[in-house]
């Protein structure tokens, strides 16, 4: 029983690890790549889970929805509306630099949150959408958590190969010289804008699939999943650790930010009762003291972005901060 | 790289299992609520009222040959991605037989499909009011001893008319029970004549709802129902509305009946609030739960103390006529609190063992009410109005 | 129309004030410092619980407990900044943005664990307008609004007349040229950071004198006081207070044309608006 018990707990950390990898992986091509500091990736994440969810239910009264769609038609209109959805919140920001960028997109998360949560026709708004179907849902506890795994480990694996092609392709190497260097790719005659499109929806595109792949997971999407809180922050600190450039940071980065966020919550039960409440709170203390930590120590996370050509001679940051001052 | 990753995942999955494996003799029940989130000033209380039932029954007797229930307390952070985490790691980890909680709807959906569902652990949730918690395919395993927003909605709607308020305005907080609570409330009231002047929903934590309110007291109502948390912008707005005079009388479902309110703005303004919540027919088991819920040093008027506290002793009692059996839990919880038996009220531990042990049927009657599922897990709930009294809440009239 | 002005412009403008001494703090250091303080607001309510501790400690009055909140939650600022801050000076800013983050996370926490989760209010019961030829005003909304332009005035006098407000605004127009010219940056950044904490401490009394105290009141004020920023334009003070006023009576004034559950996304709405159309702001700031 107990070893029963281990090996379900472990399956779901890693079907949860797997499903905020790809939610990292889209957040490194749109940071790690294009320099674009989304901090609202709850948004992507709660639209790919509903557009997923409303396509793949039965009908109901008063709701659009009920298409009862495959599950994987489901999944790719996911990522698809989510990528409608960036293409307009990157033209309106494109010019922004990045704080301003990050309190817009927080701002863009909070409003499609709060129209997720109000309209009714649309969402079924607070009361979210329940009865999603979930593939091999029927087989007994332990198939059918091993099956979900299966197929989200595949997903992240086919995602971990598209974008380190595209990192190692003439594109990704132009979008690394527009990060670097925006004056002389600008001078270059790069078109500065449509590369940061493309990589802003690029990456909102594994948001979108990580949210479906939630709402399947628990057959249900209510609206307090896009809270901000493990939405969006958990996976900024997810890439900072793991190594923001970096493809296989972002996935360690998930490994190692979601054990540790699972982990102190046992830490805290372990406590008398009275303290167990208030220790609760110290989780996020914790969080946040381990971003401060990684910041201080390590903040080109634990796998730091891998310089491909020769290295440049006053090495990484220096350089590159008066770069971006300019 | 490749290695230290793997020790640190090893390492750290390891520390996980030896945190789970101690005290493997007791049995252990799961206490999983909003500790941090959008109603962590509520949980506390809700907590307590569960571990008051744990300790009445460790005190007398145990389960079974005495065993002790252990608790296992749980963080759902009110979403469903801490839900899950934290319910699939008290139930594999910890190894419970038995959940008191979520207690937001959508968490305790997500938690219900992913976990308790499959590995079929019973569930219990003393506040998810959600009408979708109804429709889960859930085999039988989930229940709730907090009444579907429906009923509540509906029996005030029937109350207030019967009061002779025929024209009210509705503010209701945007989220699954403001929204379920008003609903419901809005489709009996206007469906027997009464007439709704404005219906308006608004968020929580703002500063100032001024706006709020004058655009809902332009139909002319002097009624207010307010759908929301006394502790959180209820209160804001029942302060604002007596500050400004907007309204005369207001009226709350069973979340504005808290003690923030009374504590924060005096009983001695609270004249004309009334708030609804969920009773038993004998209100002698609510009572009984008073006394013993303050001798513990819990406050009785706290929101959903008394489902909470339902939920745990039902769990104990369906623990012990199950005999340890887990495939049995569901059968037992209804033949606890089916009607037909001998009545148990709260704190009455050693009389239910007793008859459990010589085949007398029982039926538990809550201090939220009685408690008798129907075929969906559902309770249809009691309910009593209540007004302020000084610095407590008083019985003023059943509901229909 | 007397209506119109108690429930919706009254409460704007007192709202608007309350954003408007956040905003202040975060445009300071928006332009001094150079990056966005996602802290800010649960600084303000840090303030908020310090001043609460004071009155229901010793039971002194909330005004009385105000300056001193103030005087702690600059100390606070500026700790942070020597622990948490400083050793990103010389970073990309992105990084300072992420550990304000961070930071903002560990303040919350540990006023949870203090104080807990309840609402609290510095006062029980309570307490109805005065009624000034039709117009409804609490005494505390007046001086809500009187002290937002005390302090407004203050600071406008320190920053212009004084050397060391000289020095603040050499240091937010060119750090570098400042240090040639003899400024010590870090004594003006110790300076910004007790003026932002002062501020912070301001706006969380303020709110919570006007409604509650809550563990969550400044983070859900973020938003509006970074809004109300931009739209008057980084680095101008006069912009901030007009950002904030136009922002708070937004807000109230909303619930006129929108539902009222998208009261929330008014402050959002229009800080979307300056982005895309003047970035600068309304008073021409900077763009960083």
Known sequence: MEIWGLLNYAIFMATFIGIYALLSLGLNIQWGLGGLFNAGIAGFFGVGAYTSAILTTQPVDGRLGGFDLPIVIGWISAMIVAMLIAWPIEKICSRLRSDYLAIATIGIAEVIRLVIKSEDWLTNSARGITQVPRPFGDLPYFESQLAYLVIVVALVIVAYVLIERQLKSPWGRMMRAIRDNEPAARAMGKHIESRRQEAFIFGAAFMGLGGALFAHLNRSITPEAIDPMVATFLIWIMLILGGSGNNRGAILGAVVVWIIWSFTEILTDQLPHEYAIKAKYIRIFLIGLMLQLVLRFRPEGLLPEPQSGTPMPSEATGQKTKEREA | ?400 | MIDLINFYIVPGLVLGSIYALGAIGITLVFSILRFAHLAHGDLATLGAFIAFAIVSGIGASPWAALPFAMIATAIVAVGIDKVFYDYLKERPKILTVMASLGMALMVRSVIQVVWGVDSESYARGIVRPENYFGIRLKDREILTVLAMVVLVVVLQLFLQKTKWGKAMRAMSDNPDLARLSGVDNRLVTIMTWSIVGGLCAAAGFFLGINSEVRSMMGWNMLLPMFAAAILGGVGRIEGAVLGGLIVGLAEELSVLILPSEYKAAMAFAILLFMLVVRPTGLLRGKVL
């Not at chain 2, 229930?69 to 985490?85: F, R």
């Not at chain 2, 309204?247 to 808290?258: T, V």
């Not at chain 2, 002698?284 to 929101?303: C, H, R, T, Y």
């Not at chain 2, 408690?371 to 003023?396: H, I, M, R």
Request: aromatic share 6%; proline share 3%.
């Open chain 2, 1 to 400: 790289m490749k290695n230290f990753k793997s020790v640190l995942v090893g390492g750290l999955l390891a520390a996980t299992a030896l945190a789970g494996s101690a005290a493997a003799d007791n049995i252990k029940v799961g206490i999983i609520g909003g500790i941090s989130g959008p109603i962590a000033a509520m949980a506390p209380a809700m907590v307590d009222s569960a571990q008051l039932a744990i300790s009445q029954v460790n005190e007398q007797g145990g389960i079974g040959d005495g065993q002790k229930i252990d608790v296992v307390l749980g963080d759902s952070a009110c979403n469903p991605q801490n839900a899950t985490d934290s319910v699939t790691k008290a139930v594999n980890v910890s190894g419970i037989v038995a959940l008191v909680g979520p207690h937001c709807s959508g968490a305790t959906i997500a938690a219900a499909n992913s976990v308790t569902i499959p590995a079929g652990i019973l569930l219990i949730s003393p506040s998810a009011t959600s009408p979708e918690v109804t429709s889960l395919d859930d085999k039988d395993t989930v229940f709730r001893t907090v009444p579907s927003d429906d009923y509540q909605g509906r029996a005030l709607a029937r109350t207030v008319l019967g009061n002779g308020t025929k024209k009210v305005a509705v503010t209701y907080l945007n989220n699954d029970y403001g929204k379920g609570l008003a609903e419901s409330f809005k489709a009996e009231f206007a469906g027997n004549g009464g007439e709704i002047t404005d219906f308006a929903a608004h968020e929580e934590g703002k500063a100032s709802y001024r706006s709020n309110l004058a655009e809902l007291a332009k139909g002319g109502a002097d009624t207010l129902m307010i759908f929301d948390y006394g502790d959180g912008s209820g209160l804001t707005i029942l302060r604002q509305a007596l500050e400004n005079g907007f309204f005369e009388n207001f009226i709350g479902g069973d979340g504005m009946k808290s003690d923030a309110p009374i504590k924060e703005l005096g009983g001695e303004n609270l004249s004309t609030f009334l708030a609804s919540s969920p009773v038993g027919e004998k209100s002698q088991s609510l009572e009984i739960f008073n006394e013993a819920f303050k001798a513990a040093g819990g406050d009785p008027d706290a929101i959903f103390v008394t489902t909470s506290y339902d939920a745990t002793f039902l769990t104990a009692l369906a623990l012990e006529k199950a005999g340890g059996d887990k495939t049995k839990m569901s059968a037992s919880l209804r033949d606890v609190s089916n009607g037909e038996g001998e009545a148990i009220l709260p704190g009455e531990w050693e009389k239910a063992k007793k008859l459990i042990s010589e085949g007398t049927a029982i039926d538990y009657k809550g201090a939220a009410g009685d408690q008798n599922f129907d075929e969906k897990g559902d309770v249809p709930g009691t309910y009593a109005l209540f007004k302020v009294s000084g610095d407590a809440f008083e019985l003023v009239s059943e509901m229909k």
